[in-house]
């Protein structure tokens, strides 16, 4: 549901996309995050796969999220 509220705030240009996105990402990865230390603490092995996927998505948070708030572009783009 929140990622479509996102898609609606990129295509109507608003200013709170930028975070909303940032949010998205971030929660994405530390969800990925949780998941694997709850596979982990309940027994089930984590394969490798799941720990490269969920390293990939924390730095996809952090360079977008960087990127998003240091953005000249973002800035002039999303200002309704």
Not at 9 to 17: H, P
Not at 35 to 64: N, Q
């Amino acid at each position: 549901v929140f990622a479509i509220r996102v898609i609606e705030l990129a295509f109507a240009r608003r200013r709170l996309y930028p975070q909303a996105c940032t949010w998205l990402f971030v929660m994405n990865a530390l969800f990925s995050i949780i998941g694997i230390v709850l596979d982990a603490y309940l027994g089930y092995s984590t394969e490798g796969g799941d720990v490269k996927t969920a390293v990939r998505g924390l730095m996809f948070a952090i360079i977008w999220g960087m990127y998003f708030a240091k953005s000249e572009r973002i800035k002039n783009t999303f200002t309704r």
